[in-house]
């Protein structure tokens, strides 16, 4: 074998060596006869040649024919389609190792039907750097030519348009068809008038929503001078995070001395209910539910141990509190919403107030039925308020809207008209509401539909030499007192626990405390911010055994508690679901506070905030929501 191969290799190296040779110059010899031959067939060779020529340039001719003719079929068919077209690549997308295989599928591409009246081509991703023979896929989000771009206007989209040839695979050959072909598409006119018009709504919308958006966000400030965003953001700062008076008395040293049986003053009962700590963790406790109205008033009894309740429904209920149970319900024989009800001393007479003006009074029996109801007085207008007198049990004064005041005595047939309120232009001033000094029972103080809070002594009613008469005093806060742009007025005044203070509330204005002992005309003592008194009559009041704080309702249905000394928000609640808290009633020994409003229960609150947890979370939680509401108020009353 190895023999027949070498024989094979010197046949093969003989060949080569004899084509060698023959590549070498051999000179050629020609004669005369040769030569003339060759001139003389010069001019047939030239002709032939020139023939040949024609033929050639006429076929290409009838080539290029049929190409521009194939070409303008296939772009009236292009026309007619209404679907774009796409190139499909089935090259594998993953690269491969090998640059042979690559080369190979780079020119496997083949064309899928078209769908549009628009000829797409492959174009290289240039962005990417890949080049001709990559494999991967055509980009199909890649963006339109610029040219593209300018005939259909902004915002129009396609996909990349540009596809090499088929047959080569060089760089030069994969470029040109790019550079002279460009992507079209064919608009229709109502196309473009359709998206003139959307265009054109679109930016007619985003002016209107402009303008809303301006209109919404624009400063609240007016040229009459009115507190702008700004202000009422440091407002309502300044309102939230005013310190807190610091605890008077130390938990564990009145313990160790009630233990030890020593007396003090106050008691140990009323140190705890005056405690800030007790007042921040006043939690809802449970709900008395049972009336079909708006609950209107709340009174306990002396001892605490009872509630009375009058409502919309003209019904009274007597609730045992402590169990939440409904002792007694009648109706009070009232025509319109009842306004006022209280326990007079002794728990078995009540006596009510209503929108018709009448003044009634309920018996009970010992064994809690009802004995009897009638009626003691009659207003010429709705009554608000009753008020009993702390060193007379039989004697109730009401105010109306009339501008009456009655002294009714239930021993009695009839009441006493002991004031009629007016103005310095002789005319009658609504009352909203009344409250006697406990203190004091010959002092009381009535509000209504003017700027000041008025005491009046009983034991000067009607008298000429002291003041109009019997009034002792009246106050207003400097703001307020002849301001002709606002027309104020008071939906609820009353006595502190000592009768030194007394407390307005102005309708959508702040609270106001006044020293009873200063003489008329002079300035507020204390202000209390944050809460919003417009839409309904609104009752104030003081908490604590030596009335240390203030608590009013707002429209916001929340419940504010404030410290009296520094005017600092001690606490913010919840206390009504449909928006308005109307009545606030104090327990007389315990920490509890009973409230309603239009909703139709009666809510008790008690210390049950739970403040364990890590960072005490819920005081935080506290200050935000003070800083949401009070701003809201703040802005609203803007």
Known sequence: MEASREGVGEKEKENSEEYEDASEDIPIHVDEKSLELLKGGKEKNDAQMQDWINEASSSKDTNQNSTNLNIDSNDNLADAKDEPTEVIDLRPADSSSDSDVEADLSSALFKKRKHSRTRNYRKKDEGAGVETGSTSMPDSGSSLDKDTLDAEGAGASAPSQSVPPLTSSSDEEFETPRSRVKARRIVRAADLVSSGTNSNDEEEEEETNADDYNDNNSSSTEEDGATNDLDITEQTKAVVFKGISKPKHNFIHDLSSLQLGLKMAPSFSQRRCASVDLVKRLKLAYKLSGHE???????????????????????????????????LQFNSGHKANVFQSKFMPGDLLITSCSRDGQVRLAELSVTGSLRSTKKLGQHK???????????????????????????????EQKPDKILLLKNEKDKKIPIYSIHSSPSNGNWFCTSGRDQYVRIFDRRFLGREGRGAGGQVVRYCPDNLRDNDEFKAYITCAVFSEDGSEVIGSYNDEDIYLFNTHDPEGSPHTHKYQGHRNSATVKGVNFYGPNSEYIISGSDCGNIFIWDKQTEGLVKLMPGDDNGVVNVLEPHPTMPVLATSGLDDEVKLWMPLQVTAGPGHCWQREQKEYMLKTVQRNLNDRE
Do not use: T
């Open 381 to 411: 207008g709705p009554a608000h308020k009753m008020s009993l007198l702390p060193d007379c049990p039989y004697v109730v004064l009401s105010a109306g809207e009339d501008g009456q005041v009655l002294s009714v005595d239930i021993r």
């Open 293 to 327: 109205g708006c609950v209107n008033s709340l009174h306990f009894n002396q001892s605490g141990s009872k509630i009375a309740s009058g409502s919309d429904d003209l019904n009274i209920i007597v609730w045992e509190w402590e169990k939440n149970r409904k002792m």
